[in-house]
């Protein structure tokens, strides 16, 4: 069955450091892919999205790159500050009937030592 | 701005009662979900619903029912609480192949 899943569970960083969040699918079909970011007490908050046409997207101090020959996908953070430090989740989704449902990962929680 | 709003952000309830927890979103969306969170399990699909009136069982669906009455609000139902409910609640809006954009969240205790 399709799984998404993290390599590490637990991230930690010095303030200023680059972070490397990564995230391994196994459905070939997906062809849609978001991280989110989840403070303690708050519900998920939408980051950065790739579609599979794409393998590299950058936004604001974030970078998704996405491998689909080996189906990982990773989350950059550049200048790492302490507001980083959250749970972050990668979300996998594929047309399924009318709609894109998501599959997401357990979490890699990033933690930012100043 | 898209707001997705839960009714409560925590609730205390006894094993057997009947629970709603209600989510309201204001961006039109045409699906939204009900997710469990639960520590080292991640985020767990119950349901959702892809239109009014429409639902779909997610992964676990089991001690819930949903409804689906308006586009913008979408209830979560257990019937009759259990402990193994208590759980972190999370309510999710989107468009197609679009990103969820999720609600606060409602912390529910069953004793």
């Known amino acids: 069955g399709e799984s998404v899943g993290l390599h590490l569970p637990t991230l930690s960083v010095q303030e200023g450091d680059n972070s490397i969040i990564n995230c391994a699918y196994s459905n070939s079909a997906s062809d849609y892919f978001i991280w989110y970011k989840q403070e303690s007490g708050k519900g998920p908050q939408f980051i950065i999205d790739?579609?599979?046409?794409?393998d590299k997207r950058q936004g604001q101090r974030v970078t998704v790159l996405l491998n689909k020959t080996v189906k990982h996908l990773s989350l950059q953070i550049a200048a790492t500050q302490p507001g980083d430090s959250a749970v972050y989740f990668c979300a996998e989704s594929h047309r399924t009937g009318g709609s894109y449902i998501p599959t997401f990962g357990r979490g890699t929680s990033l933690i930012v030592h100043p | 701005d898209v707001k997705v709003t839960q009714s409560s952000r925590y609730l205390v309830k006894r094993t057997g009662e009947k629970v709603f927890l209600e989510c309201v979103q204001d961006m039109d969306h045409e699906n939204m979900f009900w997710y469990r969170q639960d520590p080292g399990l991640g985020l767990r699909l119950i349901y959702f619903?892809?239109?009014?009136?429409?639902?779909e069982k997610g992964d676990i669906p089991e001690g819930y029912s949903v409804s689906r009455e308006k586009k913008e609000r979408f209830s979560l139902i257990l019937e009759s609480a259990s402990t193994n409910q208590t759980s972190m609640y999370l309510c999710?809006?989107?468009?197609?192949?679009?990103?969820?954009?999720f609600g606060p969240g409602t912390r529910l205790l069953v004793l």
């Open positions: 790739i579609r599979s046409n794409m």
């Open positions: 619903s892809y239109d009014v009136k429409m639902k």
């Open positions: 999710a809006s989107k468009d197609s192949a679009m990103p969820q954009y």
